[in-house]
């Protein structure tokens, strides 16, 4: 064999060579940086875990719709103390901030010039009842003379008047007295109502008037009951406040340092017309204060319902997302995958969401992890109760 054609076998040896494993490379899927070398195998990367978040069931329970609104404490009854009678003022009979019931004595105005007063307007009145016996029994006997022809009748008539002008002097002197006594009893100042007072604005050996000049003294407020005012909006009133209606609707009292409703009341009025401005009408609602802890100007966070009871669908809110102009939750299936969910929002019950629609009874949330998940991931989901996720959690979320 020539070497010519040794080299020519060789040739086409080494060709065959590299068309096999080119074939065995396109079978096995292998491209060039795939070969095994040394016999190890490659590589396979892992699979992402799957995201931990906290995930609860839905509360469904049995609810009555409430509406929430900021008010103020009234007192019932609110009295501005002046004076009556003009005079020095001898004694004050309670301490600032003081409850007193009624009747109590406030404050005492120096009496002795009314009492002198009452004595003269006294005498008046004997004097006038001795002129009015006189004037009777002339009139008698001028009647009976009258009879006889034994008297002029110009005397008659002058007897009759005087004592017709008696008697009216008499009813004059009786008004007399009576007034006099009348301002001698405003010598002292008593509580018109029970509450508290406040302080003393007029002290001992302070000079007072009366009229429109009259000062004042103190203020007296009524302790129980108590009244929380507020407006309510148009919807709440023809639905729960309108006509009749009133008498059944729930209202609860909370104040600005608690969480809850701490007290439990009624509707006491409604105003007769609605104000067209702010599109409110104002309600007040009237409360137990026998331990004397509200105060009349206190805020007042005011809870009001009604309505037929239903059931209804609750979660907490830090599980709600927003998605532009729309708020969604994120459920988690029997595979464990997150699926976006669009929700419609209801009001506030016992610290948890009311959601109108979107979701169904028995039906997971992710509650903590929300913005870690995202449609369709598989998640490792920890089951909590509702709402019971840490303030510390919910933040690290």
Request: charged residues 20%; without cysteine.
């Amino acid at each position: 064999m020539s070497i010519t054609r040794k080299r020519l076998i060789v040739a086409l040896g080494a060709t065959l060579v590299v068309a096999g494993i080119g074939t065995f490379t396109a079978m096995h899927g292998f491209g060039r940086g795939d070969l095994p070398v040394n016999g190890a195998e490659a590589a396979i990367k892992p699979a992402a875990p799957a995201m931990e978040v906290d995930v609860a069931t839905v509360v469904s329970k049995t609810i009555t719709d409430y509406q929430n609104y900021s008010g103020r404490l009234e007192a019932v009854d609110k009295v501005e103390i002046r004076p009556l009678v003009p005079g020095t003022i001898v004694a004050v009979h309670f301490a600032d901030g003081a409850l007193v019931k009624k009747g109590d004595p406030l404050f005492t105005i120096d009496p002795r010039p009314y009492v002198a007063a009452v004595d003269q307007a006294a005498a008046q009145l004997a004097a006038a009842q001795a002129r009015n016996g006189y004037t009777s029994t002339d009139a008698a006997r001028a009647e009976r003379l009258l009879a006889d022809n034994a008297i002029a009748k110009r005397d008659y008539d002058e007897k009759q008047n005087s004592a017709h002008e008696a008697a009216a002097n008499l009813k004059a002197a009786q008004a007399a007295l009576e007034t006099a006594k009348i301002n001698l009893t405003y010598t002292q100042i008593v509580a018109p109502v029970s509450g508290r007072v406040s302080r003393a604005e007029m002290t001992v050996g302070n000079i007072v008037s009366t009229g429109s000049s009259a000062p004042l003294l103190t203020t007296l407020v009524s302790v129980s009951p108590i009244y929380a005012s507020f407006d309510v909006d148009e919807q709440t009133y023809l639905r729960y406040l309108s006509r009749d209606s009133r008498a059944s609707v729930p209202v609860s009292l909370g104040l600005a340092n608690e969480d809850g409703f701490s007290r439990e009341g009624k509707v006491a009025s409604v105003d007769n017309q609605l104000d067209t401005g702010s599109g409110t009408i104002r309600v007040r609602a009237r409360f137990d204060n026998a331990d004397a802890s509200l105060v009349p100007g206190l805020y007042a966070r005011i809870k009001v319902g009604g309505g037929t009871p239903h059931p209804a669908v609750l979660i907490d809110d830090a599980a709600i997302g927003t998605d532009q102009d729309k708020k969604f939750v994120m459920v988690v299936d029997h595979d464990n995958r997150a699926q976006y969910r669009e929700v419609t929002l209801g009001t506030l019950s016992d610290g948890l969401r009311v959601i109108v629609k979107g979701l169904q009874p028995g039906e997971r949330i992710v509650v903590n992890g929300l913005q870690r998940v995202r449609p369709n991931d598989v998640v490792k989901a920890n089951s909590v109760a509702m709402a019971s996720a840490s303030p510390a959690t919910k933040d690290a979320s």
